[in-house]
Antibody, heavy 121, light 107 residues
Framework: QVQLQESGPGLVKPSETLSLTCTVS??????????WSWIRQPPGKGLEWIGY???????NYNPSLKSRVTISVDTSKNQFSLKLSSVTAADTAVYYCAREEVLTGSPFDYWGQGTLVTVSS | EIVLTQSPDFQSVTPKEKVTITCRAS??????LHWYQQKPDQSPKLLIK???QSFSGVPSRFSGSGSGTDFTLTINSLEAEDAATYYCHQSSSLPRTFGQGTKVEIK
């Protein structure tokens, strides 16, 4: 069964860049069958999709964050990563990685456990 | 962007009662609507995919229905372990969006 695990700093200073990595086990990011997404959840609030990447490097981002987001994939390490620049306190959230099958209208079937990132000086 | 509106925001229910949560989309999304359960300090877990298909391992008391713009998640005979927040999610178009969540509390 596929497992996803987020990792990265839990504290980032305002105006700096948040960087997280999702390591996939039990499956391959090189599979052409899936998109690999980042989703976030501010404390006590709802879920927001950040964007996804395909193994080829093709990406799609939420327009609300597009100017600050970069998602990349490292097939040799079976990982994909998120960079969010110029962070503010509003970017404080639990960040999840998740998998979505490349079929019209597919759900996020597997999620990581999430990692809390706090933006504070 | 497709907006998903859930109702109610909060529901307090006694065990064995039936729970119904609705999700309305701002435009037609066919059956590309999915339901998740999130317990405190856990990641969301997929319950129902494509409006009415149960995900692997999900108890049979959870069911979904609907298409187009109106969808329903039903929990028959609520159990104490079902206390959680439930989210709908659409994957009909980009950006992917979620409902605001419905918190179910056990009385």
């Amino acid at each position: 069964q596929v497992q996803l695990q987020e990792s990265g700093p839990g504290l980032v200073k305002p105006s700096e860049t948040l960087s997280l990595t999702c390591t996939v086990s039990g499956g391959s990011v090189s599979s052409g069958s899936y998109y690999w997404s980042w989703i976030r959840q501010p404390p006590g609030k709802g879920l927001e999709w950040i964007g996804y990447i395909y193994y080829s490097g093709s990406t799609n981002y939420n327009p609300s964050l597009k100017s600050r987001v970069t998602i990349s994939v490292d097939t040799s390490k079976n990982q994909f990563s998120l960079k969010l620049s110029s962070v503010t306190a509003a970017d404080t959230a639990v960040y999840y990685c998740a998998r979505e099958e490349v079929l019209t209208g597919s759900p996020f079937d597997y999620w990581g456990q999430g990692t809390l990132v706090t933006v504070s000086s | 962007e497709i907006v998903l509106t859930q109702s109610p925001d909060f529901q307090s229910v006694t065990p064995k009662e039936k729970v119904t949560i609705t999700c309305r989309a701002s435009q037609s999304i066919g059956s590309s609507l999915h339901w998740y359960q999130q317990k405190p300090d856990q990641s969301p877990k997929l319950l129902i995919k494509y409006a009415s298909q149960s995900f692997s391992g999900v108890p049979s008391r959870f069911s979904g229905s609907g298409s187009g713009t109106d969808f329903t998640l039903t929990i028959n005979s609520l159990e104490a372990e079902d206390a959680a927040t439930y989210y709908c999610h659409q994957s009909s178009s980009l950006p992917r969006t979620f409902g605001q969540g419905t918190k179910v509390e056990i009385k």
